[in-house]
Structures are given as C-alpha cells and as structure tokens.
C-alpha cells in the first residue's frame, strides 16, 4: 500500500514538529482532544502557522 503524502513534508524532521506531536500524544491520551483528522495534517499546520509560512 502506498502511503499517502501530505503537504507539510518540509516540516516533519524538525524539533517543532516532535514537540507538536507529542503534544497532541499527550491531549489525546489524556482525552483533552480527540482528533477527527490525521495527525500529519493537525502537526503540519500548526507548524507552519507558528513559522509564520
């Protein structure tokens, strides 16, 4: 199966993406959130928010 990719590649080895993820790890173990939408997608744009892209 082909994984499927998403527009936020530029960011996924930077140490703001980690720190996002394991955030939103974090809000979904503790039933803070729950995420109706891939993670890659919630990581992603908040990177980019916060970068200011």
Known sequence: MK???HPYQ???QS????L????IDD????QDIELTTR??????YLCKII???
């Open 3 to 5: 994984e499927v990719k």
């Open 27 to 30: 809000l979904i173990k503790n």
């Open 10 to 12: 530029e960011y996924e």
């Open 39 to 44: 993670k890659e997608y919630v990581t992603g």
């Open 20 to 23: 996002i993820d394991t955030a």
């Open 51 to 53: 970068k200011g892209a």
């Open 15 to 18: 140490d703001l993406w980690k």
